[in-house]
Antibody, heavy 124, light 110 residues
Framework: QVQLQESGPGLVRPSETLSLTCSVSGGSIGSFSWNWVRQTAGKGLEWIGR???????NRNPSLKSRVTMSADTSKNQLSLRLISVTAADTAVYYC??????????????????WGQGTMVTVSS | QSALTQPASVSGSPGQSITISCTGT?????????VSWYQQHPGKAPKLLLY???HRPSGVSSRFSGSKSGNTASLTISGLQAEDEADYFCSSYTAISTFVFGGGTKLTVL
């Protein structure tokens, strides 16, 4: 069973860079596509971006210029970098797997496995 | 891209059915059948309930069903149970190869 575990600094100063890691166990990251999603207090979910098992990526246009996503197959880890953070970036950050429909062998446009999330606060 | 529109809250009594709407545009829900729904209990990660509008992943109760008409998707929960009290979010794939979520709906079981 694939499991995801996010980790990060917890507190980031304004204008600095937020760096998060998502460790994947129970499966190879090279076999699936992965997403980053965040949730601000009192607000809904916001999709940040996706990195596919082919290496291509898509990002939320509102964050595109500040977001970098990568995958390290040797460590079976995903990484997210968000530069020039502000208080508006304070949120719980999740990594989530693109739903892989086993019987059809295809990715479906949904998120089936999520990490427990890591809270990031942007404050001086 | 704008968030999908969901009602802030809905409520129902045990055993009843409720429906949560999710309204998008012709750039997302209106053009793709790639709508998914998630249930989130407090302090927990979201859980996938439905994908491709109405398909249920293995292990999800048949009490959860989905539909779509035009730019609006809907989640129906039948035979409401106390454990269904949670936040519900919709999501859609978009014409620019991104995903957009709804603002979330808080379900209260009376």
């Amino acid at each position: 069973q694939v499991q995801l575990q996010e980790s990060g600094p917890g507190l980031v100063r304004p204008s600095e860079t937020l760096s998060l890691t998502c460790s994947v166990s129970g499966g190879s990251i090279g076999s699936f596509s992965w997403n980053w999603v965040r949730q601000t207090a009192g607000k809904g979910l916001e999709w940040i971006g996706r990195i596919s098992n082919t290496g291509s990526s898509n990002r939320n246009p509102s964050l595109k210029s500040r977001v970098t996503m990568s995958a390290d197959t040797s460590k079976n880890q995903l990484s997210l970098r968000l530069i020039s953070v502000t208080a508006a970036d304070t949120a719980v950050y999740y990594c989530a797997r693109m739903y892989f429909h086993v019987s059809s062998g295809t990715n479906r446009d949904a998120f089936d496995i999520w990490g427990q999330g890591t809270m990031v606060t942007v404050s001086s | 891209q704008s968030a999908l529109t969901q009602p802030a809250s809905v409520s129902g009594s045990p055993g009843q059915s409720i429906t949560i709407s999710c309204t998008g545009t012709t750039d997302d829900i209106g053009v793709y059948n790639y709508v998914s729904w998630y249930q989130q209990h407090p302090g927990k990660a979201p859980k996938l309930l439905l994908y491709d509008v109405y398909h249920r992943p293995s292990g999800v109760s048949s009490r959860f069903s989905g539909s779509k008409s035009g730019n609006t998707a809907s989640l129906t929960i039948s035979g409401l149970q106390a454990e269904d009290e949670a936040d519900y979010f919709c999501s859609s794939y978009t014409a620019i190869s991104t995903f957009v979520f709804g603002g979330g709906t808080k379900l209260t079981v009376l």
